[in-house]
């Protein structure tokens, strides 16, 4: 099934325009919502899961219209807010068949056999009888992969799942997020470009609230092939370098140098060396791109 | 750093509305109230009428103090949240890292919050200013501004208790991280506060009560408790001694628990637990960091969005919902401490005199109303915790993208709190139970505590819970909301005071409804369901709209929440919506018309229009002729079940005057009537409002001559709504003022408050006339139209019932499934009489030829021997002191509830809560007999009130009910013994001057009394048991005597109370006739008390007994201010060493007990033994005595019996070491 969005605002009380004018199509699979703090991205992943409206435009997901009827969106869908608390005193266990009896999982026998399945899928099952407000920044991402599962859900949204993740855990959350996925959509925001690159098929970068890029990672990265040049520069040569090329990064290296990376169709100079582009690169010509421009 | 955080709290605070808000509130409470108190409503409700002046210092202190108390809720949210939202906002993980001190941020952050809530104070000190001056109140209740009295409030009492209660708040918060906390401690001490003040309230204990009292209320009252009205008005509270102590100790309370909050409080970046059991030993933990990879194989599962299933899901997630409000603490120490208050109003029910009544089922559900606040606190406050129980917990993003629909989300809420409302009331009835088979009661009537609580409570608490539901929805604050909801229902019940008295314009207001033995809940019942089914459909209006406003997901706005709710209000919603608000109102306009339109309804102003009209048309024809009721024939058809009745009767009158009366003045009630006179007649005049009618003679009436009325009588029917009849079903009891017409102009409504009367343009009131006035003395005080008259009754009711009227059974007969009795009386009585019906057991006896009876209901058979031990007594003791009694019977008759007893012509209706279920411990701990005290008040009155009756002059009730009171006095000493009385007197003493300091018009002295129960019963009582102390009982007995045989069954002009105390003085010796005139002449007080004391053995064995102690005498005027000195003569005075203000007196020869006592051991107790009491001359104020006695004394006292008027009885005595 599609999700469809059609020119979609949204303008805070405050004046700032969190979604403006946004026009999206995301198929079945894992889709990559990258994009800067403040770009948008959770009001957006809110907005589709019925917890705020937009002041206009229309989402679609299937032939389901999102904004008028809530209700059938909320049965298949799986939403994990970017932070969430859950009910103090309340074991693993008892929390998600509280939320499966939400979901409509009308039998007992039935809840059982769910809640039983989620907490094998996310390895919680050692720690279901301990209370989720005790657990770690990891257990409690993972819970709430588990109670999103519990309907089955045909589109999924995961609003920045990894961020204050260890490695182990963020790799094990990922893996988890991509068996699930694997029949219906799933949205999943990130302001890390490996996570995209690791797991999505397609992607977009959003900025400002609207969409910068619309394509696939590797895509992306296909298109960029030949125009990414790389050097080694003096830290005090940074400043004339980046008036003279389009430097999409510059990182230390270990003896204080500077490894920059430019974008141009041509070689820039005779110093610069070809290199393989990445989707960092993609990420930040998109950004570049719709940086205000002084005048 | 200090100001540095000081400041920015202060900041933060300004930029608050909340701050503003509670300004506002406390503002305009404030303004409301006290204008209220100045009379600002007075145009739209009762003339405030008072001597009192409402912004005295007394005054001022009182409101300004109670108003702060409300304050207290907010230092939650105000004080004890200072330190808690840093955590909250985890700031704190930032902030502890700076470099400043705990001392600069805990006082910074306790100082601004402190600064905060007295900005709140000080703005209900400017709205009480404000409020006594607005335009429009009364001018005559304001004195002028005196900002001592508002400074004084604040320094000496708001202050300090912001300091303790702020610090203990603080604390609490601060640890517990946790606001309800901070709530729940306020709650509890408050609790605890009026549990310490009913444990401290005997006198005896009052001064450890004015030290212990942490609000410093009883230190106020140690001093102003007995505070007369003039005292009130003018005195400044006395800034000294106990109030000075208590509030050192409690401000060193508040140092205390401040140090504690400094001394555990740690820049930690974790909450302090406490814990029970010790930590267990530490594990190292480590997670596992590899694999995790599974197949996602989802068992296929039912998914089921219908109706019915979301019905079983709304009562799911409300278990879930009921189980963590029974689970948190705040619940479970509401619970806690709502069950002690409970046990301990139980205990403590319905107990005059120390004496208990049988815990009855329906007595242990009255006792429960002391839960009634922990159980709206608790729906106040979870209604708002569970409206924004995911919000908080910040699971709202989860719980609102599931497919559950609003209405079971909103809807498992509601259950949840009917359901703790439910555990709330099982509390109730589990206490109820265990206190009855604590007191070894076993008639525990289950069926009642279910239909009571779980019936007719649950629903005004669900009511309630609607309110809550909707307010915490609208506000999603549960703080906010839940003081909001407090101040709308602690403020309802004022709305009186602005003129809004009709019960549907008054969120859950209603009639309540009563039970008693006899007559179950009666008609109440219905009444009350109405206006509940009323209350039900407006609370279901207010659920569907806090339906609309349910916040699901992040609406950002109240505007958008606005235009969510317009969204939702489609077909079902918007058609539910509109039946409930069109069902609610026109229930709401059925109980208008019917109780407004259809039959009158007057507000409170109204009627005291009508009293002004009435007095204004009508007392001209005051003076006129009308001649006397020689004669009465009743009859009378009750009919318990539908609750009517149907009566007729025949007065027969006499033209006792020398004049012609041309015209009868007819004064009737309401109920359907018709007049017939067996004399030619026209009516002149009916007046259908105040039931007057003028009927003219064509033949007048000339002196001597007689003429017939005859009338009936009977009721409209009853309806739900409205008791159209004083019919009960079972236990009715009425008097023939209730039902037959009355001759001639009424006075006894005119107002009497000379300041309201003037707003009217009447006169001043003149009170009753003076007994030395010879023309007012005319009628008895008890009818105008009437001397002493034949009587005679047939009464008819149901088979079932016995029914009763005064006189002797002549016969009994049923006819048509009704049940008839004639009466008639063997000699004259006052136009006074009674009818009774209920289904009566009857007990017999005899004493000597008079037929003694009780009537009373089945089951309450405990006291039935008491009542007749005491009607025994009392005609003992009146036969022998007074004069022979004038019937044949004397019958005691039960009737339901309303704690009072009633003495008619050989008939007593006595209630059955004032006696029959008395559980008379006869020990001499016990309490006091009160079933056999009244029964021998009741009795004298056959006596003094049915043969000696006063004129309606000043001071009647002195040989009514003092006299009574005296009989009852004298045969409870010679029953009990002398020395036991002192109970009975300390009691008396203590309510005479507690009542006496709420007279709102004038006190006058005992024999010219205006009628106050305080005078007649307590200061009269007080008076003539000294009096009979001084000259003697039976000197006084004979005097009485004399005086009986004098005036008994007089005809007018009837006797006064000059006539009486003239008797009593022939008798008094000279030496103590000022005692005559101290008594009942005029108010006087002593101030007595013994200075030191101390005792040396002598070489004989002997003691020597030193004392030295003060006597002082004053005087109050009818507003209560002192007088040492009289016309003519001067105050003494003496002055004590070290003090520079002398001590004063009126003139001393008075003669005064001085006793010694020792106290001897028997059985393990104490008792005490008087070794010497003799009366005293003192001429001096301070006096010196030695007195040799024979034993080892250990008390010494000076009027130890407290029979002289003292308003600090407790310092007449004093411990010897």
């Known amino acids: 099934m599609k999700l469809v969005i059609k020119d979609l605002t949204k303008t805070y009380k405050n004046g700032v325009k969190a979604i403006d004018n946004l026009n999206l199509e995301i198929g079945t699979g894992m889709f990559g919502l990258l994009g800067p703090n403040g770009a948008g991205k959770s009001s957006l992943m809110r907005t589709i899961a019925t917890l705020q409206s937009p002041d206009s435009g229309s989402i679609m997901f299937g032939d389901i219209n999102v904004l008028e009827d809530k209700m059938a969106l909320r049965r298949i869908l799986g939403y994990l807010p970017q932070s969430f608390g859950v009910y103090p005193k309340m074991s693993a266990e008892a929390l998600l068949d509280y939320f499966a009896t939400l979901k409509g999982v009308a039998s007992k026998s039935d809840r059982a056999a769910l809640v039983n399945e989620v907490l094998e899928i996310t390895n919680l099952s050692d720690v279901r009888k301990k209370n989720v407000a005790g657990y770690s920044g990891g257990m409690k991402q993972r819970f709430g992969i588990a109670q999103l599962l519990l309907n089955s859900p045909k589109l999924i949204i995961v609003d920045e799942p990894t961020a204050g993740l260890d490695p182990a855990e963020r790799h094990r959350f990922l893996n988890v997020l991509r068996e699930v996925g694997t029949n219906c959509t799933v949205i999943f925001s990130t302001h890390i470009v490996e996570d995209v690159k690791e797991l999505c098929n397609e992607m977009a970068i959003l900025n400002g609230g609207r969409i910068l890029k619309h394509s696939t990672p590797s895509k992306a990265r296909e298109e960029l092939s030949g125009k990414i040049w790389t050097k080694i520069i003096e830290r005090d040569n940074l400043e004339e370098n980046e008036a003279k090329y389009n430097v999409l990064s510059s990182n230390y290296n270990e003896d204080n140098t500077l490894n920059i990376r430019v974008f141009s169709d041509q070689l820039p100079d005779a110093d610069f060396k070809s290199a393989e582009p990445q989707l960092d690169d993609v990420y930040f010509i998109a950004l570049r791109q719709d940086e205000p421009v002084l005048s | ?1217």
């Open chain 2, 1 to 1217: 750093m200090f100001s540095t955080i000081f400041f920015h709290e202060l900041k933060y605070w300004l930029k608050k509305p909340a701050f503003y808000i509670y300004m506002a509130i406390f503002f305009s409470l404030a303004l409301f109230i006290s204008a209220a108190n100045a009379g600002i409503f007075d145009s739209l409700t009762v003339t405030t009428g008072s001597s009192r002046t409402v912004n005295s210092p007394f005054g001022i202190a009182n409101l300004f103090i109670s108003l702060t108390i409300f304050i207290f809720f907010l230092f939650p949210s105000i004080i004890g949240v200072s330190v808690y939202r840093d955590y909250k906002s985890d700031m704190h993980t930032i902030l502890y890292s700076y470099p400043f001190t705990k001392s600069s941020y805990l006082f910074a952050k306790f100082f601004s919050a402190v600064l905060i809530v007295t900005c709140v104070v000080l703005t209900i000190g400017i709205g009480m200013f404000i409020g006594y001056r607005l335009p429009g109140t009364n001018p005559d209740l304001i004195t002028t501004f005196d900002f001592k009295s508002y400074f004084n409030a604040y320094w000496v009492f708001i202050l300090p208790n912001i300091l303790l209660f702020g610090a203990i708040v603080f604390g609490v918060v601060t640890f517990t991280r946790n606001i309800a906390a901070g709530f729940i401690t306020v709650i509890l001490l408050l609790f605890v506060q009026g549990v310490a003040e009913s444990f401290l309230s005997d006198p005896e204990h009052r001064y450890i009560a004015a030290l212990a009292d942490p609000f410093g209320g009883a230190a106020m009252q140690y001093y102003t408790r007995y505070w007369t009205v003039a005292e009130q008005n003018e005195l400044h509270i006395p800034i000294k001694e106990v109030i000075i102590y208590n509030r050192l100790i409690w401000l060193g309370v508040s140092s205390v628990v401040f140090a504690l909050v400094y001394r555990f409080f740690k820049f930690s970046q974790n909450a302090i637990t406490f814990s029970l059991f010790k930590k267990s030993q530490g594990v190292r933990s480590t997670k596992r960091n590899f694999g995790g990879i599974t197949r996602v194989n989802l068992p296929k599962v039912n998914f089921d969005y219908s109706f019915l299933q979301n019905l079983k899901n709304t009562w799911k997630i409300s278990n879930v919902e009921f189980k963590y409000i029974v689970k948190s603490w705040p619940f479970i120490s509401i619970v806690l401490v709502g069950l002690i208050i409970v046990l301990i109003a139980l205990a403590d029910l319905g107990n005059p005199f120390g004496t208990p009544s049988y815990p009855r089922t329906w007595r242990m559900l009255q006792g429960g109303g002391a839960f009634v606040i922990a159980i709206n606190i608790c729906t106040f406050l979870y209604a708002g915790m569970l409206v924004n129980r995911s919000k908080i917990a910040k699971m709202n993003g989860i719980e609102d993208v599931t497919p559950i629909p609003n209405w079971s989300l909103f809807l498992s809420k509601f259950i949840a709190i009917v359901k703790m409302q439910m555990l709330l009331l099982t509390v109730i009835m589990i206490s109820g139970i265990l206190f009855q088979l604590y007191k070894g009661y076993y008639d525990i009537e289950i069926g009642l505590y279910i239909k009571e609580l779980f019936g007719l409570k649950l629903i005004n608490y669900v009511i309630w819970a609607f309110l809550a539901l909707w307010i915490q929805t609208l506000i999603r604050n549960p703080y906010l909301g839940l003081f909001v909801l407090l101040v709308i229902a602690i403020g309802i019940p004022f709305l009186s005071l602005a003129g809004i008295e009709q019960p549907i314009l008054k969120y859950n207001e209603g009639p309540g409804f009563g039970f008693n033995d006899m007559n179950g809940y009666g008609d109440s019942l219905g009444r009350y369901l109405l206006y509940k089914s009323y209350w039900v459909l407006g609370g279901l209006v207010l659920m569907v709209i806090a339906g609309l406003f349910w916040v699901r997901g992040l609406p950002h706005s109240f505007k958008e929440r606005i235009k969510i709710a317009k969204s939702r209000f489609k077909a079902p919603v918007a058609i539910t919506f509109l039946v409930l608000l069109i069902g609610f109102l026109s229930l709401g306009f059925r109980i208008f018309h019917e109780t407004n339109i259809k039959n009158e309804s007057y507000s409170s102003k109204e009627r005291e229009q009508q009293r002004v009209e009435w007095e204004k048309l009508y007392k001209k024809y005051q003076d006129v002729a009308q001649p006397r009721i020689v004669s009465v024939k009743a009859n009378l058809d009750i009919f318990p079940k539908t609750r009517d009745f149907n009566g007729s009767g025949e007065y027969l009158m006499v033209n006792k005057t020398d004049q012609v009366i041309d015209s009868i003045f007819l004064n009737h009630n309401s109920y359907p009537s018709t007049f017939e006179f067996d004399r030619a007649n026209q009516l002149v005049l009916e007046d259908t409002l105040y039931n007057f009618d003028i009927y003219e003679l064509k033949r007048p009436l000339i002196p001597g001559d007689t003429m017939k009325l005859h009338f009936t009588v009977k009721n409209e029917p009853n309806t739900i709504l409205r008791r159209n009849s004083p019919v009960i079903e079972n236990g009715t009891f009425l008097n023939n003022f209730q039902l037959f017409p009355s001759l001639g102009y009424d006075g006894s409504n005119e107002l009497r408050d000379d300041k309201t009367r003037k707003k009217y343009d009447l006169p001043p009131n003149a009170l009753r006339p003076h007994p030395s006035d010879s023309s007012a003395l005319g009628n008895t005080y008890i009818s105008k139209d009437s001397d002493w008259v034949d009587f005679e009754a047939t009464v008819s009711t149901s088979e079932d019932q016995i029914a009763i009227a005064p006189g002797y059974l002549q016969k009994e007969w049923v006819e048509d499934g009704r049940r008839y009795f004639h009466y008639k009386m063997d000699s004259k009585i006052l136009h006074f009489y009674a009818f009774n019906s209920a289904r009566y057991e009857v007990k017999r006896d005899k004493w000597n030829d008079v037929d003694l009876e009780i009537y009373y209901h089945k089951g309450h058979e405990y006291n039935l021997d008491r009542m007749m031990r005491g009607m025994k007594a009392s005609l003992t003791y009146n036969t022998e002191n007074f004069s022979p009694y004038q019937h044949k019977q004397l019958r005691i008759i039960e009737f339901p509830a309303g704690g009072f007893a009633q003495s008619f012509p050989n008939t007593i209706p006595f209630s059955g809560d004032a006696g029959f279920i008395a559980e008379v411990d006869d020990s001499e701990e016990g309490g006091v007999d009160y079933t056999y005290a009244i029964t021998v008040h009741e009795v004298a009155h056959q006596w003094w009130a049915h043969q000696v009756i006063g004129a309606d002059v000043l001071g009647a009730t002195m040989m009514s009910e003092s006299l009574s009171e005296y009989v009852s006095l004298k045969v409870l000493e010679k029953e009990i013994g002398k020395e036991q009385m002192r109970k009975f007197l300390k009691k008396a003493l203590d309510d005479y001057l507690t009542s006496r300091t709420f007279e709102s018009k004038r006190e006058k002295p005992l024999m010219y009394n205006d009628g106050q129960g305080y005078i007649r019963y307590q200061k009269g009582s007080l008076v003539l048991y000294a009096l009979s102390d001084y000259i003697g009982e039976d000197v006084l007995n004979n005097a009485l005597k004399t005086y009986v045989e004098k005036v008994k069954f007089q005809e007018p002009p009837y006797t006064t109370s000059i006539d009486m105390v003239n008797h009593v003085r022939a008798v008094t010796p000279d030496s103590l006739q000022y005692v005559i005139k101290d008594m009942f002449e005029t108010i006087t007080l002593y101030d007595n008390r013994v200075l030191s004391a101390s005792t040396t053995e002598m070489d004989n064995g002997k003691y020597k007994v030193d004392i030295e102690f003060n006597v002082s005498k004053y005087r109050n005027n009818e507003k209560g201010k002192r007088y040492y000195s009289e016309v003519g003569r001067d105050s003494i005075t003496y002055l004590p060493e070290g003090k520079d203000k002398p001590l004063l007196s009126v003139q001393l020869k008075d003669y005064i007990d001085i006793g010694i006592f020792t106290e001897d051991d028997i059985d393990g107790k104490k008792k005490e033994r008087v070794l010497y009491l003799k009366k005293h001359k003192i001429t001096e104020i301070n006096n010196r005595l030695s007195i040799i006695v024979d034993e080892k004394p250990t008390e010494v006292g000076v009027d130890p019996y407290n029979k002289l008027i003292d308003t600090r009885s407790d310092d007449n005595r004093q411990k010897i070491n």
